[in-house]
T-cell receptor
Framework: AQTVTQSQPEMSVQEAETVTLSCTYD???????LFWYKQPPSRQMILVIR??????QNATENRFSVNFQKAAKSFSLKISDSQLGDTAMYFC??????????????FGTGTQLKVEL | DTAVSQTPKYLVTQMGNDKSIKCEQN?????MYWYKQDSKKFLKIMFS???????INETVPNRFSPKSPDKAHLNLHINSLELGDSAVYFC?????????????FGPGTRLTVL
């Protein structure tokens, strides 16, 4: 079974600064996907960034980037130029494909990020 | 709007009652999911249907029964509600296997059992 570990329950960062959220996972799969989802107080689950395990290049989406270390099974999220709107719960998630269609997402316990003035 | 929608958004009910939560997606996806987010914000998969067939059935009490009348709908029926069922329930959907594998989430239904 896959497990996803987020060891930082809470973090805070000053506006315009950079923050890194940690995530490690455990799997025996060779082909999988990794995600960071954001959940603001509105509770909507919003996809932040996606990484395919077969790609060595780290994914980036504007101010968000990841450091994907496949051998170490590590997938951290870096948020640059933090904004007040980045305040949210961030979930790391592991996806494996299911035979016959569909996929299965396993989530970490989340990191509550607070961006302060 | 193209989206995953859930009704109702809020549900308050008494212990012992039976209730249903409905989910619809107009994204043309083949697979739909139900998740439970507990009071500590932990998200866990409950069920998944692919083309109306059950493909994921995690350790969930028998009081929970999913029903998929067609590919665009996945409803969750809960019998004999208990206090511990209070949570936010999310529906999600995903397209057939593609380069951009992703699950699209609904807005969630907050269920409160009194």
């Amino acid at each position: 079974a896959q497990t996803v570990t987020q060891s930082q329950p809470e973090m805070s960062v000053q506006e315009a600064e950079t923050v890194t959220l940690s995530c490690t996972y455990d799997t025996s799969e060779s082909n999988y996907y990794l995600f960071w989802y954001k959940q603001p107080p509105s509770r909507q689950m919003i996809l932040v960034i996606r990484q395919e395990a077969y790609k060595q290049q780290n994914a980036t989406e504007n101010r968000f980037s990841v450091n994907f270390q496949k051998a170490a099974k590590s997938f951290s999220l870096k948020i640059s130029d933090s904004q007040l709107g980045d305040t949210a719960m961030y979930f790391c998630a592991f996806m494996r494909m299911l035979a016959g269609g569909g996929n299965k997402l396993t989530f970490g316990t989340g990191t509550q990020l607070k961006v302060e003035l | 709007d193209t989206a995953v929608s859930q009704t109702p958004k809020y549900l308050v009910t008494q212990m012992g009652n039976d209730k249903s939560i409905k989910c619809e997606q107009n994204l043309g996806h083949d697979t739909m999911y139900w998740y439970k987010q507990d009071s500590k914000k932990f998200l866990k998969i409950m069920f998944s249907y692919n083309n109306k067939e059950l493909i994921i059935n995690e350790t969930v009490p028998n009081r929970f029964s999913p029903k998929s009348p067609d590919k665009a709908h996945l409803n969750l029926h809960i019998n004999s509600l208990e206090l511990g069922d209070s949570a936010v329930y999310f529906c999600a959907s995903s397209p057939p296997v593609s380069r951009y594998n992703e699950q699209f989430f609904g807005p969630g239904t907050r269920l409160t059992v009194l």
